[in-house]
C-alpha cells in the first residue's frame, strides 16, 4: 500500500462571461457586444445624444418647450429601440470596447435594461472620421455645427494660421497625418470659411469653460450658430461680473397674492367638484407657508387683530 498523498485537483477559475457573442463574419458585421461593457470615446462626452440634451435644456427657461421636444423624442426612440431592436451596427475600436458611432443606440439599449448590440470594428486612425461622418449625417446638422465639430475632433487646426495652406504646409501635414483647414473642410463638407469662423468659436470658448460648457450642446445640436455662441458667451460673462441687483421679495409676493386673491372672484360660480379640489390644494400650501405667516392668518380667522 503506498503511502502518497494524491496531488490535490486543481480547479480551473470560473471565466467571466465573454461581452462578445460572434454569429457571422463578414465586412459589416462581426458579433453582438453586450452594452454593459461598453465605454464612449471620450471626444464624444461633449456631443449629447438627445436624452442628456433635454435634461441639460430643462435647467434653462429659455429652452423648456426645446426640452419637453427632446424629451418625447428620446422616450420614442428607446420605445422603439424595445420593440424592435437595434438594426444598424454600431463601431467599436478594434482591441477597445470604445463606442466611437452609435452612442445612442447603446444607451437606449442599456435604459431597456440592457442586452446586446449588433457591432463592427474600426481602426483609431478610422474613429474621427467616422465620428464626423455620423454627426454630419443626423438630420438637424447645420453647415455650422458640421464644421465645429470637425474643428472639435481636429483641434490643432485651431492654433493653425488662417487661409489656404501653402504648398509646402500640405507636405508636412500629410507626413504628420494632420489635417490643413482646407483638406478639414473638404472632409467636413463644409466651407473653409466655415472652419475659419468654427476655430475662432472654439478659441473663444476654451477661454470661457463655464459658458462652453453650456454652449457647447446646442451648437452641436444645431440650435444655435456659431456667431450666436460667441455673444452668448461673451454676454453671459458680462452678466456673471455685473453686480446683480436686490431681488424684490415684498413686491413679488404682493402681485403673488393679488393674482391669488382675485382668483376667488367668481368662486359662488365654481361647481362643487373644484371648490374642494382648490381647498384642498390651498390647506396644503398654507402648511408650508412660514410659523409667523400661520399665525397672523390663524389669529386673522378666529377674530383676534391682524397683525
Known amino acids: 500500500m503506498s503511502d502518497k498523498t494524491p496531488a490535490p485537483v486543481k480547479k480551473k ?4 462571461p465573454c461581452p462578445v457573442k460572434k454569429f457571422r463574419k463578414s465586412k459589416e458585421n462581426i458579433g ?23 435634461a441639460q435644456l430643462k435647467k434653462d427657461r429659455d429652452w423648456k418647450s ?3 421636444e427632446k424629451e418625447e423624442e428620446w422616450r420614442q426612440f428607446v420605445a422603439d429601440v424595445n420593440a424592435h431592436g437595434v438594426k444598424e451596427p454600431v463601431w467599436i475600436i478594434k482591441g477597445t470596447q470604445t463606442v466611437v458611432e452609435g452612442r445612442r443606440r447603446v444607451l437606449a439599449v442599456r435604459e431597456g435594461g440592457g442586452g446586446f448590440v449588433p457591432f463592427r470594428y474600426c481602426t483609431e486612425e478610422e474613429a474621427r472620421a467616422i465620428m464626423l461622418r455620423s454627426v454630419a449625417m443626423k438630420r438637424r446638422a447645420t453647415q455650422e455645427s458640421k464644421a ?6 481636429h483641434p490643432y487646426v485651431a492654433q493653425k494660421e488662417r487661409g489656404r495652406p501653402s504648398a509646402e504646409a500640405k507636405v508636412n501635414s500629410a507626413k504628420s497625418a494632420e489635417l490643413s483647414r482646407e483638406q478639414l473642410a473638404d472632409a467636413a463638407g463644409v466651407s473653409l470659411r466655415n472652419i475659419e469662423e468654427a476655430c475662432s468659436t472654439w478659441n473663444f470658448l476654451q477661454e470661457h469653460p463655464a459658458q462652453r460648457r453650456k454652449l457647447e450642446p446646442l451648437i452641436f ?17 458680462a452678466t456673471k461680473e ?3 441687483p436686490p431681488v424684490a421679495y415684498f413686491s413679488n ?26 381647498v384642498k390644494a ?5 402648511a408650508a407657508w412660514p410659523a409667523e405667516v400661520q399665525a397672523a392668518v390663524r389669529e386673522l380667522l378666529t377674530g383676534g387683530p391682524a397683525k
Open 13 to 16: 477559475a470560473a471565466k467571466a
Open 32 to 54: 453582438l457586444y453586450d452594452v454593459a461593457a461598453l465605454t464612449f470615446h471620450p471626444l464624444l462626452e461633449p456631443v449629447p445624444v438627445t436624452g442628456e440634451l433635454a
Open 66 to 68: 426645446a426640452a419637453a
Open 148 to 153: 465645429y465639430l470637425a474643428v472639435h475632433l
Open 221 to 237: 445640436e444645431g440650435m444655435i450658430g456659431l456667431g450666436a455662441a460667441r455673444a452668448g458667451a461673451a454676454g453671459g460673462k
Open 242 to 244: 455685473k453686480e446683480r
Open 253 to 278: 409676493c404682493r402681485r403673488a397674492l393679488v393674482d391669488f386673491g382675485d382668483t376667488f372672484g367668481d368662486w359662488p360660480k365654481w361647481p362643487d367638484a373644484d371648490r374642494e379640489e382648490a
Open 282 to 286: 390651498i390647506a396644503a400650501s398654507a
